[in-house]
């Protein structure tokens, strides 16, 4: 079993930052797992933010590139998701996600094995 549980979100002004927190945890998890952050607005399907490989390969969705940046730390098996200016449409329930395949960053959401319970975001204007 793998356990994620995530923090960090709450309500935030457009151009502020906010900075996620995924910790990782359980018997059969590790750290060479596929990481990912996703992301669901109200009446929308659940869409990549950012994944990101043990090994550091990365991809990022082209709404957020610039001003988003993923990092993880596979000692304490934590990944972070850092926003920086942060605009209204980045309005979310923010969930974190591991793949066990681990090869590549995935990019959808099928792709993942575990989830977590997810992180709310709100971005007023």
């Known amino acids: 079993q793998v356990q994620l549980v995530e923090s960090g979100g709450g309500l935030v002004q457009a151009g502020g930052s906010l900075r996620l927190s995924c910790a990782a945890s359980?018997?059969?998890?590790?750290?060479?797992?596929?990481m990912g952050w996703f992301r669901q607005a109200p009446g929308k399907q659940r869409e990549l933010v950012a994944a990101?490989?043990?090994?550091?390969?990365?991809i990022y969705a082209d709404s957020v590139k610039g001003r988003f940046t993923m990092s993880r730390d596979n000692i304490k098996n934590t990944m972070f998701l850092q926003m920086s200016s942060l605009k209204p449409e980045d309005t979310a329930v923010y969930y974190c996600?591991?793949?066990?395949?681990?090869?590549?960053?995935?990019?959808?959401?099928?792709?993942?094995?575990?989830w977590g319970q997810g992180t709310q975001v709100t971005v007023s204007s």
């Open positions: 990101v490989t043990s090994g550091g390969s990365g």
């Open positions: 996600a591991a793949d066990k395949r681990a090869a590549l960053p995935g990019a959808t959401v099928r792709e993942y094995q575990y």
């Open positions: 359980g018997p059969t998890f590790s750290s060479s797992y596929a």
